[in-house]
Structure formats: C-alpha cells, structure tokens
C-alpha cells in the first residue's frame, strides 16, 4: 500500500469500539491546553498523539467485496504467516478431516476489523482462555485466548474463523451469534493491539494465497468453493 492510499485510510471513519477511548484522550488534551502546568501540558500533548493512534487503529476503510459467490475472502488485514493442512478445532461442529487452515498475522499497523469470508449462517461459536504468546508464533494458533466461529454456507459446507489474542492483545469483539446471518465481507468483530486470526477452509477446497502474501480482509481472495 502506498503513503497516500494508508494516509486515506487511517483518515476514514473510525469503528464504534474507538467512541471510548477517543473521548479519553480528547478530554484529556484539552485540558491540559487548557492549564498553565507544564507536566499537565505535556501529557495533554501526549493524549493528543494517543487520540490519533486509536483513530488509526480502530479505521474502518471501505472494501470492494467480491461479488462472485463461490468464493472466500481473506477475513483479515495481514500477512499470511502459515499454510497447513490439518484438523480442525474440537467441538465446532466441522467434520472430524483435516483441512487447510491459513494463519494471518496482524501487526499494530493493520487494520483490526475482522470480516466474515464468505456468505453463510453462524452454527456454532466457542470462546477458549489461554495464554499470550506472540501472534507471529504457529503455538499461538493451540495456546492462546481466542474465539472461534463455525459457519455453515448455503451448499452445505462450512469453514471456521478464529480470532487469537496476541502479546500485547487482551481483547477480542466478536458480534457474531449463533443464528445469525451474513454476507461475504460483513464485519463481525476485531481483536485489539496485534493479534492473528486463523481461517479453516471447508473441506476439499485449497488456498490459493502463500506465505508471506499481504492480505485485504474482504477483499483478497483466499479460495474458491
């Protein structure tokens, strides 16, 4: 992405979960511009920088979804840290066959709204505890806090989503319901402070992304059905 294209997307309209945290620093700096302590001033100057970091951290760019329906879109902004082919997890309904799983790794620096891969209805959702250890690491996939989403398409098949907390990461959103219904690139929630979201493929269909590839949630196409 070049500079223009990122200054135009960290310009755009923050996500709803930034609402707190702006008001924070925003109040925070004008009162210290308005004092004449110098230690106020200076973290009212420090608020400031923190209200732009959260704006940029929190952007929701807009996205051209695919409208093709046979295909999976990346539900992440990333890079792809790993291709494998292995089971799926336990208790989410998908059949017991390995699959390919495709591990995108987010930096501070990427967009952190996740988005649904493809058009289907959420069948089942589990939230794990775990550990923090650091997103770029394949034993965050197996040991750290994350929650995962199963879905199911309209032709039956179905894939897995899981958002994984990270080092610095502590907080994962998932508006995503049992029952409820989305579209290809909807978003359902995001993962705070660099983090990693995992992508199980339904079965039979292979990535067509590799490792080290930057993805655009919604819009880089990581399958087709």
């Known amino acids: 992405m070049s500079i223009l294209k990122s200054i135009q997307s960290s310009m755009c309209k923050p996500h709803p979960a930034s609402h707190p945290f702006l008001i924070i620093t925003a109040i925070v700096a004008i009162l210290g511009r308005m004092t004449k302590w110098r230690m106020t001033r200076f973290i009212g100057k420090l608020s400031l920088l ?33 291709i494998d082919c292995i089971m799926p997890p336990a208790n989410l309904g998908m059949p017991e066959k390995p699959v390919w799983r495709v591990s995108i790794f987010l930096s501070v620096l990427n967009v952190h709204l996740q988005r649904i891969p493809a058009k289907g209805t959420i069948t089942s959702r589990v939230y794990i ?8 690491l394949d034993k965050a996939s197996e040991h750290n806090e994350r929650n995962a989403i ?25 508006d995503a319901n049992v029952e409820d219904h989305f579209e290809t690139g909807d978003l359902y929630g995001l993962i705070r402070f660099g983090s990693r979201v995992d992508l199980y493929l339904p079965e039979n269909c292979k990535p067509n992304v590799q490792i080290g590839q930057t993805m655009i949630g919604g819009e880089t196409i990581v399958s087709k059905l």
Do not use: H, Y
Not at 50 to 79: L, M, Q, S, Y
Not at 150 to 174: D, E, F, H, S, Y
């Open 50 to 82: 923190g209200f732009g970091f959260v704006w940029f951290f929190f952007r929701n760019p807009k996205r051209v979804i695919p409208t093709e329906e046979n295909v999976i879109v990346a539900p992440a902004d990333g890079t792809v840290a790993a």
């Open 129 to 136: 505890k775990g550990k923090f250890f650091n997103a770029s």
């Open 150 to 174: 199963c879905m199911t398409l309209p032709n039956g098949q179905q894939l897995i989503v899981v958002q994984i907390a990270g080092l610095i990461a502590r907080r994962i959103v998932c």
